[in-house]
Nanobody, 115 residues
Framework: QVQLVESGGGLVQPGGSLRLSCEASGFTFSIYQMTWLRQAPGKGLEWVATITDNGGHSSYIDSVKGRFTISRDNAENRLYLQMNSLKAEDTAVYYC????????RGQGTQVTVSS
């Protein structure tokens, strides 16, 4: 069955960095566009970034452009999100998902940006 497992979250000070990882299994990872989503406390699910199946193109929500980088390793069935210059407003549970069906996502990893 399809499984997505996120890791790499934690507590970081403003201005710090984290690298999230998502391990995919149960489907042909290399033919799917993949997405990172996030949900801040008390708010709805928000799209963060998407990457094409071969990693050749990516897109981002305006609030993270220039700070976050989405990437993937199709040989390892892994999706990544490098997050730099983190801000308090980036605090959220981060999920990886299939871009075509965001209901197919993992359990999430908590990112807390606080001093």
């Amino acid at each position: 069955q399809v499984q997505l497992v996120e890791s790499g979250g934690g507590l970081v000070q403003p201005g710090g960095s984290l690298r999230l990882s998502c391990e995919a299994s149960g489907f042909t990872f290399s033919i799917y566009q993949m997405t990172w989503l996030r949900q801040a406390p008390g708010k709805g699910l928000e799209w963060v970034a998407t990457i094409t199946d071969n990693g050749g193109h990516s897109s981002y929500i305006d609030s993270v452009k220039g700070r976050f980088t989405i990437s993937r390793d199709n040989a390892e069935n892994r999706l990544y999100l490098q997050m730099n210059s983190l801000k308090a407003e980036d605090t959220a549970v981060y999920y990886c998902a299939q871009a075509s069906d965001q209901r197919v996502r993992g359990q999430g990893t908590q990112v807390t940006v606080s001093s």
